[in-house]
């Protein structure tokens, strides 16, 4: 089996995309693999202006709370990658998009990875059909490999 080259991590943040993150961080550790440490800020959380009383524009003519949410994502992002990515080469990347699976193919579509890292929630039923599964539409729509994790919920 050939070792990966480039792997790309996208992360929420939640419990479960930390897993998938560490997971990651531990396949590039092994095959000296490049990185791409990735959030997503979706653009369909933030109300347009016009809905919104005298908010300030101070981030790209979004608003204030995108571009804290931007920050934020950012600061995060390098905690995690100071964490879990010492002596790998890993690239921080925050992203707005329309959605978060958008987002996902969007970024594989540039960095051109062999492999995306991606955590499910497991998710079933009704949340599923309402919140749709980000990990699902990467693994259909991506041109590398997937690897799917999952949180181990058993006590």
Do not use: W
Not at 107 to 123: M, N, T, W, Y
């Amino acid at each position: 089996m050939e070792p990966y080259r480039r792997i790309l991590l996208p992360t929420d943040f939640s419990p479960a995309s930390r897993i998938g993150v560490a997971r990651g961080a531990e396949l590039a550790r092994h095959d000296g693999a490049e990185v791409l440490v990735l959030f997503i800020v979706e653009k369909s959380f933030f109300a347009p202006l016009a809905m919104v009383h005298q908010a300030p524009v101070t981030f790209g003519g979004e608003g204030d709370l995108l571009g804290e949410t931007v920050e934020d994502g950012e600061k995060r992002l390098k905690a995690l990658v100071d964490e879990l990515f010492a002596g790998v080469a890993c690239t921080p990347r925050v992203v707005v998009a329309a959605s978060a699976a958008g987002g996902i193919l969007d970024e594989a579509d540039k960095f051109h990875p062999d492999l995306i890292v991606i955590a499910s929630q497991g998710r079933s039923g009704i949340d599923r059909l309402l919140l749709g599964s980000v990990a699902e539409k990467v693994v259909r729509h991506a041109t590398c490999e997937v690897l799917v994790v999952r949180e181990n919920k058993k006590a």
